[in-house]
């Protein structure tokens, strides 16, 4: 069995061609300069309080800042155009945690490059939607069809974007 | 991007510098390198080389341009090392 | 944008400080001053010449996602170092194997190569015949066969009707060919200058596909016009059909007509004719340009180089086989 990722929550609210295509092994994300970009600022932003952060991974999950003294999950984004992507994959993240027994976790979504950050935590309301959520995304990966194209502007910046486009 | 990169180090970082700017341009004469470049991949470069750098006394200068052929380039005396991709 | 590195001196390549380095060495051992190659700026290198390595520069170019072709002293592919796939699909590929296994599904997408090349060789041959080039028998010819294509019911049949229009196709050559005269099309070794041009480019092409193939979840051993082969990459042949007509003839016709290359770039004598070296810079010079050549694509409507329309076919091809959408292969539109 192959775990429902963060990856997969994120997908999920951004397009659900993506999710679909990711799950079935159609990557593109190291064709994109931007997810480059946004794997750097991670580490650039992170190089020197290293220390307190370490990786981890739960149910295929990876985290790659987990301050554990405090109890606070760092996600670190390039842009926050896909804000509600973001929170969501950082509930995810708490709600992991609480599921392998760590509770009272907090996460801190950050934006380097504009000088955000925002406090996340987890309701149990939220973690209703999140099995909700769970639920819809194992429906669509199963699909035997791949969703449709959605033609949203940011489909620019994606980098599936060739790949969905080009028809001849 | 097509870039020049000129650096000025302390000599106890020379070798650090030198060897960062391999990966990724065209060595062509003592500090100097030029390339083609992606925007990410200067980035990450220069990254790399501000911390190698003390930024109190040491210098790096990039000039950049969008192609390479929009940059006339005069070598006068001897070329050090011609950038070709047929070796 | 990573570049190919064509070698053709002697010498050593090896990894240093986390980069490329070259070290010439002559006939009698001397070492020559070396070379650094940037090694985020390589995409492939191509080797022509005698290189000594390690394994510890193929698992560094492993690591870097770095193909590595040879080439014999006859310029003759000999094969290439090709790392671990990086971007494995079980699922992709499991949907690869149906397409060639189910005879149904293999005829339609051999068909569509075979209909695109034909489309593409006919786009130049118009191209010729409207500049007083009369190709205007082989154009028939070629239309002729192409009617034949519905009613072929196997891939080898299939492959019996792709080789009349390429043979039809071929002897147009002659007609937009000034200088040079090719006959019958010689392959190893090639009997004249064009046999050995046309040779080295679809050798050129070839690795082109097979580099684009590699940066994709596509299987480069499961084809569908070309039976997968025990020697070859064979997905890279059936791409590269399409390809050929828009990119490696049209590159000939011009090398030769524009004199870009002589007589003294060739090495011949009875047995065989083949590049010398400043003949096989001057072609990859030529080719490099025009992969980086760009035109503004139809359906993705910004400009897409040469180089990058064969990825895109890549893409299409994994969408057909994975049922998101049918397979159109590339013709040239313009």
């Given amino acids: 069995m192959s775990f429902i990722i963060s990856t997969h929550i994120n997908y999920y609210f951004i397009c659900r061609r993506k999710l679909w295509l990711f799950t079935h092994g159609i990557h593109m994300e190291h064709e994109s300069d931007l997810v480059y970009e946004g794997r750097m600022i991670g580490e650039v932003s992170y190089t020197d309080r290293s220390k307190k952060y370490t990786e981890i991974e739960i149910m295929g999950s990876k985290i790659d800042y987990y301050d554990p003294n405090r109890k606070i999950v760092h996600e670190v984004k390039k842009s ?47 973690e209703n939607t999140l099995k909700q959520i769970v639920k819809d995304i194992e429906l669509i990966i199963n699909q035997k069809s791949c969703p449709p194209c959605i033609h949203k502007k940011y489909c620019h910046s994606c980098s599936y974007f060739d790949f969905c486009y080009i028809i001849e | ?46 990254h790399h080389a501000s911390r190698i750098m003390d930024t109190e006394c040491d210098s790096l200068i990039i000039f950049r341009t969008r192609q390479e052929k929009w940059l006339e380039k005069m070598v006068i005396g001897k070329e050090k090392n011609e950038i070709s991709n047929m070796i | 944008m990573k570049k190919s590195y064509y070698l053709f001196n002697p010498g050593r390549m090896s990894r240093k400080d986390n980069t490329l380095k070259f070290t010439p060495v002559d006939e009698e051992g001397n070492e020559g001053v070396p070379k650094y190659i940037p090694v985020e700026s390589v995409n492939n290198l191509f080797c022509f010449g005698s290189m000594d390595a390690n394994s510890s520069l193929f698992n560094f170019l492993g690591k870097q996602q770095i193909l590595v072709h040879f080439f014999d002293y006859y310029e003759h592919y000999t094969g290439s170092f090709f790392p671990k796939d990086y971007l494995l699909s079980g699922k992709v590929l499991i949907a690869q194997a149906e397409h060639y296994l189910q005879p149904e599904k293999r005829m ?187 035109i503004k694509h139809r359906s993705l409507k910004r400009s897409v180089s040469y180089k990058h329309l064969v990825k895109l076919e890549c893409y299409k091809l994994v969408k057909h086989i994975m049922g998101v959408e049918e397979y159109k292969p590339f013709k040239a539109w313009w």
């Fill in chain 2, 1 to 46: 991007m097509y870039i020049i990169l000129v650096y000025d180090v302390d000599e106890k970082r020379v070798s650090k510098m030198l060897k960062l700017c391999r990966r990724y341009l065209n060595w062509i004469q003592n500090s100097v390198f030029e390339g083609e470049i992606t925007e990410v991949k200067l980035k990450e470069l220069v």
């Fill in chain 3, 108 to 294: 339609s997408l051999a068909t569509r190569f075979v209909e695109a090349a034909a489309f593409n060789m006919l786009k130049n041959l118009r191209y010729y015949d409207n500049r007083g080039k009369e190709t205007g028998i082989q154009i028939e010819k070629i239309e002729s066969y192409l009617n034949q294509i519905p009613f072929a019911e196997t891939v080898d049949s299939l492959m019996g009707i792709e080789g009349n229009i390429r043979m039809s196709y071929y002897e147009a050559f002659d007609i937009i060919i000034n200088e040079f005269e090719m006959g019958n099309r010689t392959m190893q070794p090639p009997s004249n200058e064009v046999n050995a041009l046309i040779s080295f480019v679809n050798m050129l092409c070839y690795t082109l596909c097979l580099d684009m193939i590699y940066h994709t979840q596509l299987n480069p051993t499961i084809s569908f016009l070309h039976e997968p082969g025990e020697r070859r990459f064979s997905l890279a042949l059936d791409i590269a059909e399409v390809f050929k007509p828009v990119l490696v003839d049209r590159l000939i016709f011009s090398l030769l007509n524009k004199r870009q290359l002589s007589d003294a770039d060739f090495d011949k004598n009875l047995q065989y004719c083949l590049l010398k070296e400043s003949g096989k810079k001057t072609v990859i010079e030529a080719w490099e340009a025009k992969l980086n050549e760009t």
């Fill in chain 1, 80 to 126: 926050d155009q896909m804000e509600i992507a973001h929170e969501w994959q950082v509930k995810y993240y708490i709600w992991l945690l609480k599921q392998s027994g760590i509770e009272d976790v907090e996460g801190i979504l950050e934006y380097p490059k504009m000088k955000i950050k925002k406090k996340v935590i987890l309701t149990e309301e939220d």
